[in-house]
């Protein structure tokens, strides 16, 4: 065994060569992983070894570049070029045996070994779409060469990490070795190699694949088109899309490569990426909790209750369901447990691909029941009863006697004070709140809340079994709506009060949807439907909704909310709605005046940040990139702009927005009164980024 540095070493096996890398986490290749291995590379091939096997040890083969150096000056080490060339060019077989994930750059290196084995539950991708680039290694010219136009395109603009089976198929992995056996059999195949004198693969040389697509530009055309509403708002999937272009169009691998080199610098130097980049880090810090260590023992959920079969009850039992997890629905009517188990059912079949089987499946680790009682065997009790604090009383009373020592009660409240909840029962350690979003089998985000009394063995637990249903995390502290509904909160006092001035639903909902927004705050009500928490006896025609409700126009459901549906559910401006805003703007007085997109986005946006800043100060966020995670998992803010605390620093951080809460403030008063952290960053000269630990 050879060291070729602190990361590298070079074994031997037989005639073959076999260069091992070790950098935890993730063989990211960084400065010292490029060096190891162009140096193992050129070590190996000077040596009599016959074939070169290259292995990963740890949890995956290498993962990519590494994020943390892009940006950085860079060190005087080998380029990842010098290193591929090396493997390319290489006169003995070269083998690049992966488990884990080969992505992005790792599959890049990959790419060059003249073949590659991997063990089945390997999974293989260039997923540098999602940090708003595009592979910047010969990636975006070497996987249509081997996969195809088609499937390339799909995988680069989705960054799908493809399963080592399905990546067979494609011709992307030669062979699959046995689970655990991966060494022996890259070795084998390399002995396979010389001793058949196999020729050594040069993808960049093989333009066969690209052929079936010169001359078709309506492949590309078709694929943008079916994929607009997907891409909206974001630079790199077309960068993407024109790298594979070049691939198809260009007369060389090399011109491909100039161009894909070209676009990959644009990216780069882009504001989405930056955003999309720092996304990436905000999620995993995250799950970091500073007083909760990341060794703090676990609680084990076995099986789960779910009280509530409504609107959130049954998507949050199927998270669950969908991991093999029973679950224990109870509801307080027969009608009403009938009928949430029939959206569960519809919801499977709906789903795109769904086999009959897998459905069944998953309905038969739902039980319903009428009976509280049937919670006792749970290790895991979550309440998505009525809005109502009297009732979240009531039901955690009787929870507290139902549940076995040790279950973890939480609450789905959107508002509701977890400490009040807690102090009914004789075990406030247990309570704890799980937020989900709506629908809550599909939304990303888990608002994860910490009572005063909460135990940090119940918060641990929360936080990984977030991770195991495939939401993504984030800690909030006691408050009315947590981090994201009392940021929303802001958001719709303006919305209302801007079309009392003189806009329409539809231009506040415009300009939302073009800052990236998957709908703005009108279209969103009118998908909801108005008449949650409305109730007609009461109502006298004192709001806009009363009045809309009153017309029967309560959203989607009825074809008509704000806007007026069409039989295609195509929302249209409404003249009726239209008069019953002039209605009460006249009833009230005021003049209606223009108001420009600008001061829209900004009376929306920036009492947001503000809020998020109060947050922080009372401690119910532990750092500003967790309330980005909230908002870009849980309320559709455009990943591309990073999170509203990142895009106040990219539009000139706490002085600029300052300022301009301070210019609304002097003209609207106290619902833009700065918050003290704005004025002290701003004074100090800070960025909202030095609010992150
Ligand atoms: N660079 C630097 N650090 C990385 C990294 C990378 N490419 N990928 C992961 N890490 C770090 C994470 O930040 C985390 O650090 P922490 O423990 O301090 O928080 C640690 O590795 C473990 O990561 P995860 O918590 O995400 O571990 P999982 O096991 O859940 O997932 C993974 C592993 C699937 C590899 C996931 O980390 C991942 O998707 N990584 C990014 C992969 C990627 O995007 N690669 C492309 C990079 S861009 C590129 O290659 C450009 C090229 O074309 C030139
Ligand atoms: P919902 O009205 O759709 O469902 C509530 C269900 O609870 C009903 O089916 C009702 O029969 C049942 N129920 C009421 N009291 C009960 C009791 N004592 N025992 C058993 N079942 C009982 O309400 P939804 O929308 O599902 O909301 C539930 C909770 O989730 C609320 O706290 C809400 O604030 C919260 N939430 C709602 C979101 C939404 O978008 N709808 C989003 C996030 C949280």
Redesign the pocket.
Known sequence: MTEINAVTKLERDGDVAVLVLNSPPVNALSSNVRQGLYDGFKAAGASDAKAIVLICEGRTFIAGADITEFGAPGKPTASLLDVQAMMEDSPKPVIAAIHGTALGGGLEVALCAHYRVAVPSARLGLPEVALGLLPGAGGTQRLPRVVGVETALEMMTSGRHVPAPEAHKLGLVDELAPEGKLREAAVAFANKCVAENKPLVKISENNTKLQAAKGKPEIFAEFRKANARKFRGFDAPEANIKCIEAAVNTNSFEEGLAEERRLFGGLMSGAQSAAQRYYFFAERQANKIPDVPDDTPIREIKKVGV????????GISMNFANIGIPVTI????KD??D??LATIRKNYERSRGAKPEETEKRMSLLTGSLD?NDFADCDLII?????RMD??K??FK?LDGIAKPGAILA??????NIDEIAAVTKRPQDVIGM????P?NVMKLLEVVRGEKTGKDVIATAMKLAKKIGKVAALAGVCHGFIGNRMLSQRQREAQKLIMEGAMPWDVDRVLYDFGFPMGPFAMSDL?GLD?GWVKENSKGETLRDVLCEADRRGQKTGAGYYDYDENRVAKPSAFTEKAINDFIVKSGANPRKISDEEILERSIYPMINEGLKILEEGKAIRASDIDVVWVNGYGWPVYRGGPMFYGDLIGGPAKVLEKMKAFEAKMGDDFKPAPLLEKLAAEGKKFADLNK
């Open positions: 009280l509530g079969a409504g609107t959130m009850g049954g109870v509801e307080m009517q009403a447990l009928r949430g509280m309440e998505a009863v009525y809005e009732i979240k009531d039901v009787k609450t789905n409240t959107s508002y509701l937020h989900f979003f709506s809550a909801a949650i």
